[in-house]
């Protein structure tokens, strides 16, 4: 297997490998040791900064654009982790995009075209809040749900296998042309989900948060685990990693996202455009002109 561009992952102990080894009830659901919250806040607020300087030279470079992906079970902190991850980046650079359940017309194309829409141009960092993975994964658990996609053909035998295969091609297609794609399974554990589940029904500014279907979901958890592991393991190339970040401890998944995302684009080499000899020295007319006026 080759890599369609000289960009390479992030080195990380939660890099998913690329030859299929991955096994979820092997990857840490939390951290190692006891984690000292505020030098962890501390060092991930400094990657948030170095990803805002990083950011304004991705958009000056617009050679390039950067994807990110979340993926993780209800209460898994996508949300916070994106929040705290890009807070202070450049509005004008950055987009995020969250998938609900497909509407009518999304329906009526291939499960990749709502996502195809949504991606960032060059120069800007998109974000996906779920993504076309939710298509391997809550519709593999809920294959009912195909029947709203009304398919010429529905062979549930070989529709996981064509569907890894058509998104492989899809991100080799978007890494070939410039588009960064790295992604992340914020992993938590049963027990923790069920600690912040409870804490969205006793805390009312957290009411909101609460869907009762989380909690039925949870049934589904051995099966939503095989899903993960297998998408996991089709879908990590080198053009397109996936992480699988331990969950459990928020402050220490969304510092190791943020480094993450930092060395992501440190490693494209991207800097502010260098400017030829004759634009120098327009530079210094339109200075001396100004500066007589």
């Known amino acids: 297997m080759t ?24 990857a840490p659901t939390a951290p190692a040791g006891k984690v000292d919250k505020d030098a ?11 990803i805002y300087e990083l950011q304004r030279k991705l958009y000056a470079d617009n ?34 995009s969250s998938f609900k359940a497909p509407s009518d017309e999304e329906l009526d194309h291939d499960f990749l075209w709502r996502v195809a829409e949504r991606l960032p141009e060059r120069g800007r960092i998109g974000v996906f809040n779920r993504s076309h993975y939710e298509e391997v994964l809550v519709v593999r658990v809920h294959p009912e749900f195909l029947q709203g996609q009304r398919l010429p053909k ?19 297609h978007l890494a070939e042309n410039g588009t960064i794609i790295v992604k992340f399974f914020l992993n938590v554990s049963l027990k923790e989900q069920k600690s912040r589940l409870l804490r969205r029904i006793e805390k009312p500014s ?74 120098r020295l327009a530079l210094i007319e339109c200075r001396e002109s100004l500066e007589r006026s």
């Not at 992030?10 to 890099?15: E, G, I, W």
């Not at 806040?41 to 170095?50: G, L, V």
């Not at 529905?154 to 529709?159: C, F, I, Q």
């Not at 890894?164 to 899809?170: T, V």
């Open 3 to 26: 890599q369609p561009r000289k960009w390479s992952p992030p080195k990380s102990d939660f890099l998913v490998p690329f030859d299929g080894s991955f096994r979820i009830a092997e």
């Open 40 to 50: 962890v806040k501390s060092e991930r607020r400094e990657h948030t900064a170095d």
């Open 63 to 96: 050679r390039y654009a950067a994807l990110f992906v979340f993926q993780a079970m209800d209460a898994g902190g996508k949300d916070g982790t994106i929040r705290n991850v890009f807070t202070g980046v450049n509005p004008a650079g950055f987009q995020v």
């Open 154 to 172: 529905l062979n549930l035998e070989t529709l996981w296998s064509e569907r890894y295969a058509s998104i492989r091609s899809f991100e080799k």
């Open 206 to 279: 957290r009411n909101w948060k609460f869907n009762p279907g989380d909690v039925k979901e949870r049934e589904r958890w051995p099966d939503y685990m095989r899903a993960f592991e297998d998408a996991l393991n089709e879908t990590s190339r080198p053009w397109a990693p996936w992480y699988a970040i331990p969950a459990d401890n928020k402050p220490y998944m969304r510092l190791q996202v943020a480094r993450i995302v930092r060395e992501t684009l440190q490693n494209l080499g991207v800097d502010f455009p260098k400017i030829d000899e004759a634009a």
